[in-house]
């Protein structure tokens, strides 16, 4: 009885571990693939941001290009006068302003020069305005030159030489005898020469390109052809023309008769030196 009774104790004890043991395995920890995963993924979804967070430099600014505009125009126009005028109210209207003007008369013409000088942001407008009306132009030229690399150069050259000069005044300022302060002084204003050569070309530039120039000739014929002259008349001139030839022939020899007194005197001192010689 004893013996049954401890093999269903052992039995019961037996099923007991074997239920813990069951129990731990089923709540011991399992490795977390999907927080793994989660991992890969932020750190694959990290790439893009940094690089977002790091854009690339912006590019270079363009150097702004620097056009010299120039233009020449010559026309026929049926009165001068009121051209001069409209010309100068559209001057006036594209804020320019009038740096030559003058007029003159020839044998069958009348004409008027004109010099206008006009911001480079009017000068096409100027130009179209001045154009309405004009049938035919007996010279339009438009002319644009690029001057930007001159004004890179310049400009660097420029920078360069006040570079230059910040030393050698660091220079001036530690110099130990007057020999010294003499040379670089002397550098200095070599230096500074060269400065002011290139500032006064860039200002000619820079005015040259922000204000442009237009040059004008515009006229009137005041007569198609000359007087018709008739052949009797053509003789008669000839004939006034050869007189009055002679005339001036005669006038002239009168104007030299000086010359002809010394040219006699000379003559006469040659004879008797010739004679004088022949009797000795």
Not at 10 to 20: E, H, I, K, T, V
Not at 146 to 156: K, R
């Amino acid at each position: 009885m004893k013996a049954i009774s401890l093999f269903f104790f052992l039995f019961a004890l037996a099923c007991s571990d074997g239920n813990r043991s069951a129990d731990t395995v089923s709540t011991s920890p399992q490795p977390s693939y999907e927080s793994e995963i989660v991992e890969s993924e932020e750190f694959a979804e990290e790439v893009p941001i940094t690089q977002q967070l790091t854009p690339p430099p912006p590019p270079a600014p363009q150097q702004e290009q620097k056009i010299i505009k120039t233009a020449r125009l010559a026309f026929e126009t049926p009165s001068p006068e009121e051209t001069h005028k409209r010309i100068l109210q559209l001057t006036s209207q594209y804020e320019g302003f009038v740096a030559n003007d003058n007029s003159g008369k020839s044998y069958n013409r009348i004409y008027k020069n004109m010099t206008i000088r006009v911001p480079t942001k009017n000068f096409q407008a100027f130009i179209n305005s001045v154009s309405e009306g004009v049938e035919y132009f007996d010279q339009r030229d438009i002319s644009r030159q690029d001057v930007t690399e001159e004004f890179v150069d310049l400009q660097a050259r420029l920078k360069a030489k006040r570079k230059l000069e910040n030393r050698y005044l660091e220079l001036l300022s530690k110099a130990k005898n007057v020999k010294e302060m003499l040379e670089i002084e002397r550098e200095l204003s070599n230096i500074r020469e060269e400065i002011e050569a290139k500032e006064g070309r860039l200002k000619y530039l820079q005015n040259r390109v922000s204000v442009s120039t237009i040059n004008l000739e515009f006229y009137k014929y005041t007569a198609k052809s000359g007087v018709t002259v008739s052949y009797g008349q053509k003789i008669k001139n000839a004939l006034q023309g050869g007189w009055n030839g002679v005339s001036v022939f005669f006038l002239g020899l009168l104007y030299l008769w000086p010359l002809f007194i010394v040219i006699i005197i000379v003559l006469l001192v040659v004879r008797w030196l010739v004679r004088r010689k022949k009797n000795n």
